[in-house]
Structure formats: C-alpha cells, structure tokens
C-alpha cells in the first residue's frame, strides 16, 4: 500500500523554461488535486480531478499552468515558460472523492526553484 | 478569500500547556478536516468531523463544530515539542471538493 509518490522531489530551472512534475495518487483513489504553497504560507488550490467528470481549473493562476491526468491514474502538471515567482513547493492529493469520506492523502511534494 | 481561515496564525506556548486553534468558514459544509504539517512538505490528516456532528475526539486531539456559527475549533492537550507544527482546516463541500485554509503555526517550547 504505497502512498501518494511526487516525482522529482526538487527541480531547480532557469526563467523561460517548462517544467514537469508528476503525481502517482494511491490506487482507487478517484480524485486528485494540485496546490501550490509557497514559503511560509497556506496552500493554494490549483487543480481538482475527479473520476471522469470536467476538472475543476479554478485554481490555476495562468495559461502557463496545465494539468492532466490519465483516467483514474497518474497526473502531470505542467508550467510553460517559468517565472521565478512560480518558485513553490507543489503538492498533490489524492482521496476517495466521495463527500462522505474525503480525507485527504498527500505526497511529500516536489521544490521547485526558478532561477 | 479561503472558504477556511485559521486563527490565530501564530502560536506560542511552554510545553504541556493546551494549544487551541480556531477556524472559520463561509459555505455549507459536509465536513471539516483538520491536518498537520512539519516542515513545509506533505500535510497528514487528523480528524474528521462531519457536519451532524458538534465534538470528536483522538488521543489528545479534540474538535469541535459549530455549524450556527461557521467555526471549529482544534484543541491540543498537555501539547510536546513534537507538536510543533502547522495545522490547517479544510472544509469539504457535497461535491466532495476540499477548500484549506492559511494555517496556524503552532511552537511548543520544551
């Protein structure tokens, strides 16, 4: 029963160029999400998947971010042409996705340094 | 702004002391879940409470909810240095979406 896995654990880029991270949730988990969190501060809700239904993009601060996830399985976020401010820790969860019992499982995140 | 806000954002207290953190929210809710983190990186679930539910409690965790007043609260007994951490709230809606707020950062000095 291995728990939500993040890939790499840090990435450090330079300005202008994409970056890729991914996020394998636990098995059988329906739903997953992507937040943001920079230092110091609270988590910020980028992206929200849930089973086959339409994600909810809400979150996500720029065009330059986009997500993806093969059905029920791994999701990969992508942000185009980095900017030092997109400099966070990036977190991903996965549950059951269902409303009455949606704990949250999280993985340790991926650092990602802009230079 | 967050449907969960903390308060207060900062905490400081002696070991063994009791540690209480707040947290308000704006929307109905199906349920309230209370997390730690240590150090910046993957959160860890706590507690639960579902929005029939007005007190639970888990080994020295204690949460209460108030749905009149939109609150909860998440009380820490007898607090260790290990609980040095931040605690965040998440509101969770019947679409089964989960909503965090800012956190709490809580320092138990031994």
């Known amino acids: 029963g291995a728990g939500v896995s993040q890939s790499p654990s840090n990435k450090v880029t330079e300005k202008g160029k994409d970056v890729e991270l991914r996020c394998d949730p636990i098995?059988?988990?329906?739903?997953l999400y992507w937040y943001r969190q920079r230092l110091g501060q609270g988590l910020e809700f980028l992206i929200y998947?849930?089973?086959?239904?339409?994600?909810?993009k809400s979150g996500l601060p720029s065009d330059r971010f986009s997500a993806e996830r093969t059905g029920e399985s791994v999701s990969t976020l992508t942000i185009q042409r980095t900017q030092q401010e997109d400099s966070a820790v990036y977190l991903c969860?996965?549950?059951?996705?269902?409303?009455?019992?949606?704990?949250?499982?999280f993985g340790p995140g991926t650092r990602l340094t802009v230079l | 702004s967050q449907q969960g806000e903390e308060d207060p954002q900062a905490l400081s207290i002696q070991e063994g002391e009791n540690a209480t953190m707040n947290c308000s929210y704006k929307?109905?809710?199906?349920?309230l879940q209370w997390y730690r983190q240590n150090s910046g990186r993957g959160l860890v679930h706590l507690i639960l409470?579902?929005?029939?539910?007005r007190e639970k409690h888990s080994g020295r965790l204690r949460v209460t909810l108030d749905t009149s007043k939109k609150s909860s609260s998440l009380l820490i007994t007898a607090s260790r240095a290990a609980d040095t951490a931040s605690y965040f709230c998440?509101?969770?809606?019947?679409?089964?979406?989960?909503?965090f707020g800012d956190g709490t950062t809580l320092t138990v000095k031994p």
């Open positions: 098995s059988g988990h329906t739903a």
């Open positions: 409470i579902r929005s029939n539910e």
């Open positions: 998440a509101t969770n809606t019947n679409a089964g979406k989960s909503t």
């Open positions: 929307t109905s809710i199906n349920n």
């Open positions: 969860a996965s549950s059951f996705g269902n409303k009455l019992y949606n704990e949250q499982f």
């Open positions: 998947f849930q089973g086959n239904s339409a994600p909810d």
